[in-house]
């Protein structure tokens, strides 16, 4: 099929070349000349595994091309909006600036018949607002609501086969042709035996935000049993072995330590808040606002954890911070634990150097007064404290033996649980983790 993908950030880039490797024809749109021309060059603007062989290849082919010209979108027939959606200066609320400017420009460019796809995540009540926007400049045009679940680090893999597809459509024969046209996109994931659900615009815009807010829930849960059990002397990890093996609760998204990150799951609960509130519902989910507070309390913690290691002061004191990106396999450091942790330990007097197999580049822009080195074994030498802060495979494999060679002081604080105490402490450390 001949598809646009209409704003070309880390999500629109993995769907655009990600529908080119199914075989469509696809051209990718946005504003940004810089980015454009480093992506028509098949250069990956971000850090995503697997991301840049599918781009080079769908470009060699002639499949996927991208541009800052809208009008590009006349060449195709299903359009999808992959915008981001921030969270709004000085509130809680998506900042939908993006979306509505992309619908805009999108509509004055489209053909009777096509299909505008939204991606993004909005808050629920977005896609019936477009719809009517969209009734009113081209009523021949359908608009269907298709959420992504990517993980960042498995985000190829994730839309190529995903685990279930939502579309959310209007209803009568408009909305049976929209489905119609999105199981011919995913023809070769829905073949394979993906579950597709089939909603009305307001389940699918709630199912995402729905998910993300479960997902947060299970963390903040096992961090909120992580305060008890440092208070207890219990041990979170044990304790998440045990209740893991519940089938109804699962071992999955049971790890206690510094908190959950990222572009996606910290601003959409506070938006998914904030709608809720707009609907005169914000107690039917009131809980997400003590899940944020949990969340952060982590990264307190894990400073304070530092600081009690280094005698209750840590000025002048040199701090190894190993990671950067909020978790492995990525070099995105929105809402970062990581950069969270330095800057709180930086403002009280400790000199941190960093490191991060991907993130350091995007790290320097959020925070270039940190010091960053290249390796971990830069970072540990004479390193007074050393805190796990993203669990890395080549981290979490470090040597406690070889690593208390190169460091001023053998503490260590895992922020993270990815470490084995046993090893570290007979190796001749101070270790601490969170709820151990």
Same mark, same amino acid.
């Given at each position: 099929m001949r598809i646009s993908v209409i704003g070309c950030g880390y999500l629109g880039v993995v769907h655009a070349a990600a529908m080119a490797e199914l075989g469509h024809q696809v051209v990718g749109i946005d504003v940004d000349a810089v980015k454009i021309a480093r992506l028509d060059?098949?250069?990956?603007?971000?850090?995503?595994?697997?991301? %840049?062989?599918?781009?080079?290849?769908?470009?060699?082919?002639?499949?996927?091309?991208?541009?800052? +010209?809208?009008?590009? @979108?006349?060449?195709?027939?299903?359009?999808?909006?992959?915008?981001?959606?921030?969270?709004?200066?000085?509130?809680?609320a998506a900042d939908m600036t993006f979306v509505d400017a992309a619908f805009s420009s999108l509509i004055a460019h489209v053909k009777p018949g096509d299909l505008i796809v939204g991606k993004s995540t909005v808050p629920v009540g977005t896609a019936a607002r477009l719809a009517e926007q969209i009734a009113a400049s081209a009523p021949d045009v359908t608009l269907a609501w298709n959420p992504e679940f990517l993980r960042e680090g498995f985000a190829v893999q994730d839309t190529i086969r995903p685990d279930r597809l939502v579309y959310g459509v209007p209803d009568g024969a408009a909305g049976e042709r929209a489905a119609r046209i999105l199981d011919e996109v995913y023809a070769a994931t829905v073949a394979a035996g993906t579950p597709?659900?089939?909603?009305d615009y307001a389940t699918a815009e709630l199912v995402k935000v729905s998910a993300n807010a479960f997902l947060a829930t299970k963390i903040s849960f096992i961090n909120a049993m992580a305060e008890i059990a440092e208070a207890t002397g219990a041990d979170v990890t044990k304790l998440a072995d045990?209740?893991?093996?519940?089938?109804?609760? &699962?071992?999955?998204?049971?790890? !206690? =330590?510094?908190?959950? $990150? $990222? =572009?996606?799951?910290?601003? +959409?609960?506070?938006?998914?808040?904030?709608? *809720?509130?707009?609907? $005169?519902?914000?107690?039917?989910?009131?809980f997400l606002d003590e899940m944020d507070k949990i969340n952060l309390r982590r990264r307190a913690r894990v400073v304070e954890l530092v600081s009690d290691a280094l005698g209750g002061d840590v000025t002048g004191k040199r701090v190894a911070m190993l990671g950067l990106a909020f978790k492995p396999h990525s #070099? #995105?450091?929105?809402?970062?634990?990581?950069?969270? @942790? *330095?800057?709180?330990?930086?403002?009280? &007097?400790?000199? @941190?150097?960093?490191?991060? %197999?991907?993130?350091?580049?995007?790290?320097?822009?959020?925070?270039?007064?940190?010091?960053?080195?290249?390796s971990a074994e830069e970072a540990l030498r004479d390193a007074d404290a050393v805190v796990l802060v993203t669990e890395w495979?080549?981290?979490?494999?470090? +040597?406690?033996?070889?690593?208390? !060679?190169?460091?001023? =002081?053998?503490?260590? @604080?895992?922020?993270?649980?990815?470490?084995?105490?046993?090893? /570290?402490?007979?190796?001749? /450390?101070?270790? *601490?983790?969170?709820?151990?």
């Open positions: 060059a098949g250069l990956p603007t971000f850090f995503e595994p697997g991301l %840049p062989e599918i781009l080079a290849s769908s470009i060699a082919s002639g499949r996927l091309r991208f541009t800052t +010209d809208v009008s590009a @979108v006349s060449e195709a027939e299903v359009h999808f909006v992959a915008v981001g959606t921030p969270q709004t200066a000085g509130s809680d597709v659900i089939v909603a045990a209740i893991g093996h519940d089938n109804r609760i &699962g071992r999955r998204f049971l790890n !206690a =330590g510094v908190g959950f $990150g $990222g =572009g996606c799951l910290p601003k +959409d609960i506070r938006a998914f808040s904030a709608r *809720a509130r707009e609907l $005169g519902k914000g107690e039917a989910i009131a #070099d #995105d450091v929105r809402d970062s634990p990581a950069i969270d @942790v *330095a800057l709180r330990l930086t403002e009280e &007097g400790a000199h @941190v150097v960093a490191t991060d %197999p991907q993130a350091i580049e995007s790290a320097r822009l959020r925070a270039p007064h940190l010091t960053y080195v290249s495979p080549e981290f979490v494999a470090l +040597d406690p033996v070889d690593t208390a !060679a190169i460091v001023a =002081g053998r503490r260590i @604080v895992d922020g993270r649980n990815s470490l084995d105490p046993a090893a /570290w402490r007979a190796a001749g /450390w101070q270790y *601490a983790g969170l709820g151990r």
